[in-house]
């Protein structure tokens, strides 16, 4: 099993920037794509950004140009960079990661309990 620790959300002024950190740790083969989700109040969750393990990236459409998202998979941890951010960027960030489990290839989706990210001048 993964467990998933995520950092780095607060509140920052329009414009500024932000940067998410989300560790996996436990007991598994490997980690394949992670990424970022958010949900904002009365909203649904959205996918953010992703990346798979060779490093292909995705974002959604409403932060292509201002977030990057990263990896550094021998720490088995993503990253989010967060620029120019925007009130309507506000919301719950939460972190996933596609776990590989030991023993025969299982796979699931590990999630992290989610870090607040405020935008508000």
């Known amino acids: 099993q993964a467990h998933l620790a995520e950092s780095g959300g607060g509140l920052v002024q329009p414009g500024g920037s932000l940067r998410l950190s989300c560790a996996a740790s436990?007991?598994?083969?490997?980690?394949?794509?992670m990424g970022w989700y958010r949900q904002a109040p009365g909203k649904q969750r959205e996918l953010v950004a992703s990346?798979?393990?060779?490093?292909?990236?995705n974002y959604a459409d409403s932060v292509k140009g201002r977030f990057a998202i990263s990896r550094d998979s021998a720490k088995n941890t993503v990253y989010l960079q967060m620029n120019s951010l925007k009130p309507e960027d506000t919301a719950v960030y939460y972190c996933?990661?596609?776990?590989?489990?030991?023993?025969?290839?299982?796979?699931?989706?590990?999630w992290g309990q989610g870090t607040q990210a405020t935008v508000a001048s």
């Open positions: 996933f990661a596609t776990v590989v489990l030991l023993g025969g290839g299982r796979t699931y989706t590990a």
């Open positions: 436990g007991t598994f083969f490997s980690i394949g794509t």
């Open positions: 990346i798979t393990s060779d490093s292909s990236t």
